[in-house]
């Protein structure tokens, strides 16, 4: 008598079922994009400030406007600053920059203004006081002893130095004048034009002439004459023009 055949059991326990075994077919997985709700969301741009921008150009045209545009500079820089920081928009180094150059160039021009109305004061004031001025050279002497006989003459060894600036096309007065003979300096301001100084010394050298035209045009011309022989000459074109003259040796 036999006995009926057993079902095949898994030594773990486990029983395998009998037929055919289907897989489920791969699906594949949607891929979510980062972002809220699955979505990419693209990041918000950023503004650069209209106001940063025209105060670095109001900066660098101030080197064209005479410093006008840079006192704009400073106003706008400040204020666009103000707005970056409550707004979070770009352009806070050109507003920075704006500010630096119209601060830097207002205050430079300011200067440049101030030194060129003193000269013109200084020159008005002496052309008050002195009206009546005798057309000519005006001279002086310095260091020259009488001689006998009533003549004034260099001593022997002594060589005789003159300073002189005169003015063409409209120039006729000096507002400051400057010259130096071996370590002596002087200084004369108001001068009307031509000028001439004259003096004496063993030993002048080095010698130096500066003059500014105190007028709003013309020329002036520089020279030092030592023995009657001119050995420096410069010329300042233009209104307050400077011309510049040194003589180290002769």
């Not at 002497?141 to 009533?150: A, C, I, T």
């Not at 045009?217 to 410069?234: L, N, P, Q, Y």
Request: charge should be neutral; proline fraction near 8%.
């Amino acid at each position: 008598m036999g006995y009926p055949p057993q079902p095949s059991q898994d030594p773990y326990g486990q029983q395998h079922q009998s037929g055919p075994q289907y897989q489920q077919p791969y699906q594949p997985q949607p891929y979510s994009q980062p972002g809220h709700g699955g979505g990419y969301e693209r990041p918000p741009e950023t503004k650069t400030n209209g106001l940063a921008v025209a105060a670095l150009v109001t900066g660098l045209t101030g080197f064209l406007t005479c410093g006008f545009t840079s006192i704009l500079a400073v106003i706008f820089g400040h204020v666009a600053l103000s707005q970056i920081r409550r707004d979070g928009t770009d352009g806070r180094g050109m507003a920075v920059g704006g500010v630096v150059l119209g601060w830097v160039l207002t205050g430079s021009w300011l200067l440049f203004w101030a030194l060129s109305w003193t000269g013109v004061i200084s020159s008005f004031l002496y052309a008050a006081a002195s009206p009546t001025a005798v057309a000519g050279p005006a001279r002086s002497r310095l260091d020259v002893d009488q001689q006998p006989g009533g003549t004034n003459a260099p001593a022997q060894g002594d060589q005789a130095v003159v300073f002189e600036v005169t003015g063409d096309g409209g120039a006729t007065s000096i507002g400051t004048l400057t010259y130096m003979s071996g370590l002596e300096l002087k200084q004369e301001s108001g001068v009307p034009l031509p000028y001439t100084k004259e003096l004496t010394s063993s030993d002048p050298f080095p010698l130096s002439l500066i003059a500014q035209n105190a007028g709003q045009g013309g020329t002036i011309t520089c020279r030092i004459k030592v023995a009657g022989k001119v050995v420096r000459e410069s010329t300042g074109t233009g209104a307050y023009g400077v011309c510049n003259v040194r003589a180290d040796t002769p």
